[in-house]
């Protein structure tokens, strides 16, 4: 007779799995040469975006340095200075790594939410839902895309928050259409019906 397995072994068992998960993933990632620059890469704005106080040699947001003002690069300011502030720019780009990857996955997290509800919903519902939102992709992709982020962040602010619904709003509709057209595909299959 097969005992029970408690809680925490089911727990553990289900983190195994998912580990396992990610380990395959990664191998089949490490496996082709660009997954290898693109994981290398990345993981190496992770560990700067990590250890970035302990990278950066001045406080970024420091403008009290008012004799540091306009540097150029030399041995203490390895990129030179702000002509306004006097800001170190290399500390500044070392913590600027923080907020590109908190906007890069946070934006990408959120257009494949969006765009995934929004294609199934299209294909699945069909009729007025999918003309609807197929004609709105259609008005969306049309747009120049950069131009139109320029000037909203211009206009609502540049915290980064605005800056990745700005890319939600913009970015969806590539992803919307894939799906829809997977949906479609799935409903009008014989062993769907």
């Given amino acids: ?55 950066a040699p001045y406080d970024p947001y420091d403008v009290s340095q008012r004799a540091a003002k306009g540097l150029p690069p030399s041995r203490e300011h390895l990129l030179g200075t702000t002509i306004n502030t006097g800001q170190d720019i290399f500390s500044m780009l070392i913590y600027g790594t923080r907020v590109s990857l908190i906007v890069g996955v946070t934006s990408g997290v959120c257009i494949a939410f969006v765009g995934s509800i929004l294609g199934v919903a299209a294909g699945y519902l069909g009729g007025a839902v999918d003309t609807l939102l197929m004609r709105l992709v259609d008005i969306m992709l049309v747009i120049p895309t950069l131009p139109l982020v320029i000037v909203l962040t211009n206009v609502l602010g540049r915290d980064f928050w605005i800056i990745i619904l700005i890319f939600v709003a913009l970015g969806w509709t590539g992803l919307a259409r894939t799906i829809r057209s997977l949906v479609l595909v799935l409903k009008n299959s014989n062993y769907v019906k």
């Fill in 1 to 55: 007779m097969k005992a029970k397995r408690t809680l925490g072994q089911r727990f553990w068992q289900g983190i195994t799995k998912r580990v396992s998960g990610a380990g395959a993933l990664l191998a089949k990632v490490w496996a082709h040469k660009q997954g290898k620059v693109g994981l290398i890469m990345v993981s190496f704005l992770v560990l700067v975006a990590i250890f970035a106080p302990s990278i």
